[in-house]
C-alpha cells in the first residue's frame, strides 16, 4: 500500500520561499516516478514537477527557474523547493507517486497561500 504525507505548506508574501516535503511510506520508492502537482480554487489539477525513477526532471513553465523538485532516496522523500512565490502559485499541492506499473497515488495535499 502506498502512503503519502506531505507538509511544508504555509502562508508567504509575494518573492517568498518554501520547501514542500513529502515521504513515502512504501518499498521500493527508488523505482516510483514522483511528482509535484497543484489545484487552485475552480481549476484543474496540474503538474507542477516530476521526477522519473533514474532522476530526470521536468517542470511546468510557469515555475521553471522558480522551483525545483529533488529527492532523498534514503528518506524515501521528494522535495519542493519554491522560490519566487507569486500569488498565482496559491494552490494545494499534492504529491504523487507513479508506478513502474501503471498504478498512481496521491498524498492528502498541503496548502500554499501568497499574499501580501
Same mark, same amino acid.
Given at each position: 500500500?502506498? $502512503?503519502? &504525507? +506531505?507538509?511544508? =505548506?504555509?502562508?508567504? $508574501?509575494?518573492? =517568498? ?17 514522483? =511528482? ?6 475552480? #481549476?484543474?489539477?496540474?503538474l507542477? %514537477?516530476? @521526477? ?5 526532471? @521536468?517542470?511546468?513553465?510557469? &515555475? /521553471?527557474?522558480?522551483?525545483t @523538485?529533488?529527492?532523498?532516496? %534514503? /528518506?524515501?522523500?521528494?522535495?519542493? $523547493?519554491m522560490?519566487?512565490? #507569486?500569488? +498565482?502559485?496559491?494552490? &494545494? ?17 498541503? $496548502? &500554499?497561500?501568497?499574499?501580501?
Amino acid at each position: 500500500q502506498v $502512503q503519502l &504525507v +506531505e507538509s511544508g =505548506g504555509g502562508s508567504v $508574501q509575494p518573492g =517568498g520561499s518554501l520547501r514542500l516535503s513529502c515521504v513515502g511510506s512504501f518499498s521500493s520508492f527508488s523505482r516510483y516516478h514522483m =511528482g509535484w502537482y497543484r489545484q487552485a480554487p475552480g #481549476k484543474q489539477r496540474e503538474l507542477v %514537477a516530476r @521526477i522519473r525513477s533514474g532522476g530526470s526532471t @521536468i517542470y511546468a513553465d510557469s &515555475v /521553471k527557474g522558480r522551483f525545483t @523538485i529533488s529527492r532523498d532516496l %534514503a /528518506k524515501n522523500t521528494i522535495y519542493l $523547493q519554491m522560490n519566487s512565490l #507569486k500569488p +498565482e502559485d496559491t494552490a &494545494v499541492y499534492y504529491c504523487n507517486a507513479e508506478a513502474w506499473y501503471g498504478s498512481s497515488s496521491w498524498g492528502q495535499g498541503t $496548502q &500554499v497561500t501568497v499574499s501580501s
